[in-house]
């Protein structure tokens, strides 16, 4: 697969050859150290000259030939309680994102996901430019919008260059809660009631 992988390279053939990266790096257990840095270093420069739109590696969806889910490459953990933003609309989330890869990368993106149960609004929790070094990883998550009630986490997407690493908590048949909570340091609170809730005028008295 190493010699495949060379060849590819010297034939110009950036796609394959960043396909074939991802099967390796996939298998870090099984590679060296020095090997897998130097797979990384090759894939990151592949991603640099790649003109292509963005691929998309999910534990459900496999486009464009790139196989492997986010779980091959990190390891996802996400905090239960969302933290208020100090004098500022909106909520924090922590993600603990452990990186397999064997050397630090800065993800373009991080985004959290997560819907309502009651309205269906969707919210997205997000950090920009994150340096993500060889293993455990403490990462703050923000939402720029106060709006109470219980949420799903929904979906989590890393993005790296033009791959997006895409994990679907719902599709993988786990459904994490989340409730957002009312605060006193926001600036501008939106709530939204079900029908059921709302007491008539003349039954207040």
């Known amino acids: 697969m190493k010699l495949y992988a060379e060849c ?24 060296g150290p020095l090997d897998g840095k130097q797979y990384v270093d ?3 420069e592949d991603l640099q000259q790649s003109t292509s ?20 490459y990190f390891i996802l953990q996400i905090g239960a309680r969302a ?7 909106g909520f924090t ?3 603990i994102l452990t990186n397999l890869l064997p050397r630090t990368i800065t993800l373009n993106q991080v985004k959290v996901k997560v819907t309502s149960v009651l309205t269906g609004q969707e919210l997205l929790f997000t950090a920009d430019n994150v340096a993500l070094e060889h293993g455990k990883n403490e990462i703050q998550t923000t939402c720029n919008i106060t709006a109470p ?4 986490f929904e979906r989590a997407v890393l993005h790296w260059h033009s ?3 895409q994990q679907d908590f719902l599709e993988m ?31 207040r008295f």
């Not at 933290?83 to 609309?89: C, F, L, P, V, Y």
């Open 42 to 44: 090759k894939l990151e």
């Open 173 to 203: 048949g786990r459904k994490q809660s989340l409730s957002l909570y009312p605060h006193g340091n926001a600036l501008h609170v939106s709530v939204e009631m079900s029908r059921e809730s709302i007491v008539p005028w003349k039954l």
């Open 93 to 95: 989330i922590k993600l």
């Open 8 to 31: 590819l390279q010297k034939t110009g053939d950036i796609n394959g050859h960043i396909n074939l990266l991802l099967k390796l790096l996939a298998h870090h257990s099984e590679i």
């Open 163 to 165: 791959l997006v690493f």
């Open 83 to 89: 933290a208020h933003r100090e004098n500022k609309d």
């Open 149 to 152: 009630g219980v949420y799903i």
């Open 53 to 72: 739109s963005a691929l998309v590696l999910s534990s459900q969806l496999i486009t464009a030939g790139r196989e492997g889910p986010l779980r091959d």
